[in-house]
């Protein structure tokens, strides 16, 4: 079973500040089943990029993703307050069908 | 607009049983794969069950294997979790999800409902 390890586990960044977190895998994982969900506290979790890099509707364009491999990762090119949450890295495993998480990021207001 | 609306959770013994359900609206629901996903109290996310838009494949993991059934009623809209034998760390919100257009993501979650396993 892949095991996705996402760092850091917390982060703070100033508003308009660039910020980056990753999803390393301890095996290699296809593109195409790399996702990244968003949660707020009290809130179900949101599809935020889907097959590595592909905004979900309604994501802001200051949000993207990139990787391949074994390292993926999730970009805010300029930090904004609405993005405070936690962010999950996600993968799909075709055989068999299995699905893993990572342990989040949380992201924080500097 | 896409709603999924769980219900049925609630607090149970070890070793009891629970079923929850899940109400589907503002979609075909016939069209897509079905998921039940939990978050255990540490925030950690567990895919909990899988079934096909017919019904006729499920998947689980080995921590729920043989105690977690998943179903769906194509024609009410409904999709449902047959828990039992349950556990302390079956203690989760638990969350019904939509496929997206391959099933390989979680397109859209239900708000939860908490089931707690406690003596």
């Known amino acids: 079973q892949i095991v996705l390890t996402q760092s850091p586990a917390i982060m703070s960044a100033s508003l308009g500040e660039r910020v980056t977190m990753t999803c390393t895998a301890s095996?290699?994982?296809?593109?195409?089943?790399l996702h990244w969900y968003q949660q707020k506290p009290g809130s179900s979790p949101k599809l935020w990029i889907y097959s590595t890099s592909n905004l979900a509707s309604g994501v802001p364009a200051r949000f993207s993703g990139s990787g391949s491999g074994t390292s993926y990762s999730l970009t805010i090119s300029s930090m904004e307050a609405e993005d405070a949450a936690t962010y999950y890295c996600h993968q799909y495993h075709r055989s068999p069908p299995i699905f893993t998480f990572g342990s989040g990021t949380k992201l924080e207001i500097k | 607009e896409v709603q999924l609306v769980e219900s049925g959770g609630g607090l149970v013994k070890p070793g009891g049983s629970l079923k929850l359900s899940c109400a589907a609206s503002g979609f075909t629901f016939s069209d897509y794969y079905m998921y039940w996903v939990r978050q255990t109290p540490e925030k950690r996310l567990e895919w909990v069950a899988t079934?096909?838009?017919?019904?006729?494949?499920?998947y689980y993991p080995d921590s729920v294997k043989g105690r977690f059934t998943i179903s769906r009623d194509n024609a009410k809209n409904n999709l449902y979790l047959q828990m039992s034998s349950l556990k302390s760390e079956d203690t989760a919100m638990y969350y019904c999800?939509?496929?997206?257009?391959?099933?390989?993501?979680?397109?859209?979650w239900g708000q939860g409902t908490l089931v707690t396993v406690s003596a």
């Open positions: 999800a939509r496929g997206g257009s391959l099933p390989a993501w979680f397109a859209y």
């Open positions: 095996s290699s994982v296809s593109s195409s089943y």
């Open positions: 079934i096909s838009d017919g019904g006729s494949y499920t």
